[in-house]
């Protein structure tokens, strides 16, 4: 992808120190797209969408050579609707990532900020969803396990290693800030990831402390506020995925566990619920196994199909989830790409008060089933 680059050489010295070569770029997505779906709050729909594979977004990230291998880096990124120019993120400026830290070729990088934890860094690249092939749309029912990055950590530390022969291993604290209660909203992750050759596995682990009494959080300060997807007392999240690339096509694996504890609620933006749905205080778990593979038909074609199973456990209710994803895409050049996906979400209820919820859309079906079709545009810079 093409990058705008502003690159700053200075060379000097001030107080018997030189300045080394500095780089900072601009980069971005705008994707919009017209949506048609057979049922939202009992009535079908067309809409102008933003965001049906990435939300539309622009970043700044940049780098200082410090010398011996080591830089300074920072990363600044925004994240907005292109329909009506609005903030995403809770209407924070650079709501998706905002980090300064350290990156050494031979040690390692740590920064601080607010960032990705381990599950996105290293299952995310396996999964459809949060990927050029499929994104949004695509999410796991509720985006669960946060594979389509609803939530970032703030406050956070993280620590990822050098790729060492294809291995690469990385951390990430989230403090609560909370100087009477340490525990209350914070947040810890881990995870790895090997590739040699054609095959790439991974794994990794993410847990998340809050003392909740209601759906809403008690520490604002802390590792999460405003864009979580659940509202739970603990939240953990691990799994296991693999990748497996011959020639021009390409298959996953991925399997995620989410369970959580004193659960409380699901937030209005995944549930597709006004108000959000409530939960009444129990566990609550999810098991989602996807596979999914991708086809380069010859430049500039490809073509993405994925198929996710979900079982959940949720108050009294055992329901489960099917969704079948097709994604073709069209590169009119290197940055603009046109775009034709569909979802087709089923849910089994048992006695569950909710619809099927494709995650992006606003609302709800009030049936079992939910259908989307996006004719979309996607300009990256």
């Known amino acids: 992808m093409k990058k705008m680059t502003a690159a700053l050489a200075v060379t000097g010295a001030f107080a018997g120190h030189a300045y080394a070569q500095s780089s900072v770029t601009l980069y971005g997505i705008i994707d919009e797209g017209i949506t ?10 067309w809409q102008e969408t933003d965001g049906a594979i990435n939300t539309s977004r622009f970043g700044l990230r940049g780098n200082e ?24 993120q809770g209407g924070r400026l650079f709501g998706r990532q ?20 381990s599950v996105v860094d290293y299952l995310g690249p396996l999964a ?7 994104g949004t749309f695509f999410a796991h029912p509720f985006d669960n396990d946060n594979l389509d990055n609803d939530f970032r950590v703030n ?34 992750s881990f995870g790895a990831s090997y590739a040699f050759k054609g095959v790439t596995v991974a794994a990794a682990y993410l847990q998340i402390n809050q003392n909740l009494t209601t759906a809403s ?9 405003g864009d979580a997807t659940f509202f739970a007392g603990r939240q953990r999240i691990w799994g296991a995925g693999v990748k497996y690339s011959f020639g021009p096509f390409t298959t996953d694996f991925v399997y995620t566990t989410t369970l959580l504890n004193n659960a409380l609620g699901i937030s209005a933006g995944e549930s597709g619920v006004s108000g959000g ?22 430049s ?40 034709l996906q569909t979802e087709y979400q089923h849910i089994a209820q048992d006695g569950l008060p909710l619809g099927a919820i494709i995650s992006g859309l606003p609302a709800a079906s009030t049936t079992p089933n939910q259908v989307a079709v996006t004719l979309g545009l996607r300009h990256t810079f």
Request: cysteine-free.
């Open 36 to 45: 048609y779906t057979n049922n939202q709050a009992g009535h079908s729909t």
């Open 65 to 88: 050579d410090l010398g011996g291998g080591l830089q300074a880096i920072f990363r600044l990124e925004n994240g907005f609707s292109a329909a009506n120019g609005n903030l995403r």
């Open 98 to 117: 905002a980090y300064v830290g350290l990156a050494s070729s031979q040690f390692g990088t740590i920064t601080l900020g607010r960032q990705y934890d």
């Open 128 to 134: 459809l969803t949060g990927t050029q092939y499929g």
């Open 155 to 188: 406050n956070s530390v993280k620590f990822q290693s050098p790729n060492f022969r294809g291995l690469q291993a990385g951390a990430l604290y989230g403090f609560s800030n909370d100087a009477g209660d340490f525990a209350n909203n914070r947040a810890y």
């Open 217 to 225: 959080i008690s520490n604002t300060n802390g590792a999460l506020n």
């Open 277 to 298: 749905f409530g939960l009444n205080g129990g566990s609550a778990r999810f098991n989602n196994y996807e596979v999914n593979g991708r086809y380069t038909l010859g």
């Open 300 to 339: 500039p074609w490809t073509i993405a199909v994925g198929y996710v199973h979900t079982d959940g456990s949720i108050d009294a209710a055992r329901p489960h989830w099917d969704q079948v994803n097709v994604q073709a895409a069209y590169l009119l050049s290197v940055r603009t790409q046109v775009y």
